[in-house]
């Protein structure tokens, strides 16, 4: 599912489900002591998918620390992300030599909340959605929408520590399966890459979920 949106120099791991009973890996016991329970579930069985894909890339198993705007701390030399939703976990992890960043999230696969449609869009978008609606009524575009942002968001924030809102990027979205998040805002990098001006990702539907995902080239393919 989720391996099918990123390169394959990505490992992914996902679970549909959490085992029971399970404790946190030492050194992360804090960063769920006062959660409430399916938070704290939904933490504890993404980060275990994340360990497994890190092992996959050859990494002992490790804590993975939060950063101070709750980014994942990955070990040095790996880029990757985490989501969770009802239902759904998963960690996408690759060596920094093969992408320079990497954000993927999951919803389901549901109708935005009332309102909410009109906070995550800039002009242009809402009459993109409807064209969506109209030509493949089946899909969620507006949670589609939504998701893609945040995959933007957290691929967005490790090249250059900043905030990025919903407003500050502006969607195409190709019915087929892709879509570009052109960014509105100065994309400066704090890594030395060359400045983010537009972001490519996938999207699927599968399994009552909207998942997407956003990688960043390596830097050395942007070398002259
Ligand atoms: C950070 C955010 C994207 C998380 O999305 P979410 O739907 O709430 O939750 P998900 O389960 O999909 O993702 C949560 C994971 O994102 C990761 N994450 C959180 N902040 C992050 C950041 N600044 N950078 C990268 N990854 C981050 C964490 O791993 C977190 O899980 P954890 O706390 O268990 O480690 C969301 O809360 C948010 O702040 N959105 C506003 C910013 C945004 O989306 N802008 C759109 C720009 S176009």
Do not use: N
Not at 143 to 148: D, E, G, N
Not at 172 to 177: E, K, L, R, V
Not at 193 to 198: K, V
């Amino acid at each position: 599912m989720i391996e099918t949106l990123l390169p394959p120099p990505v490992v992914t791991v996902h679970a549909f489900a959490d085992l029971p009973g399970e404790a946190p890996h030492p050194g992360e016991e804090d960063l769920v002591a006062k959660a409430v329970a399916t938070r704290r579930q939904e933490f504890l069985t993404a980060r275990r998918c994340a360990r497994e894909a890190l092992g996959k890339l050859g990494y002992a198993p490790g804590p993975i620390r939060s950063g101070p705007r709750r980014e994942p701390v990955w070990p040095a030399g790996v880029v990757g992300s985490i989501t969770h939703c009802t239902g759904y976990r998963a960690a996408a992890v690759a060596r920094h030599t093969d992408l320079a960043s990497l954000g993927i999230d999951a919803e389901p696969h549901e109708a935005l909340p009332d309102g909410l449609d009109a906070a995550v869009t800039v002009a242009g978008e809402p009459e993109l959605l409807g064209r969506l609606a109209g030509s493949h009524p089946t899909v969620h575009w507006g949670r589609l929408l939504f998701s893609a942002k945040e995959s933007v968001y957290k691929a967005w924030y490790p090249v250059t520590g900043r905030w990025l809102g919903f407003e500050d990027a502006e969607l195409s979205i190709d019915p087929a399966g892709g879509f570009t998040a052109r960014l509105l805002v100065d994309g400066t990098r704090t890594d030395g890459g060359p400045p983010l001006t537009e972001l490519p990702g996938r999207w699927l539907v599968d399994h009552g979920l909207i998942v997407t995902a956003v990688s960043v080239p390596p830097r050395a393919r942007h070398a002259p």
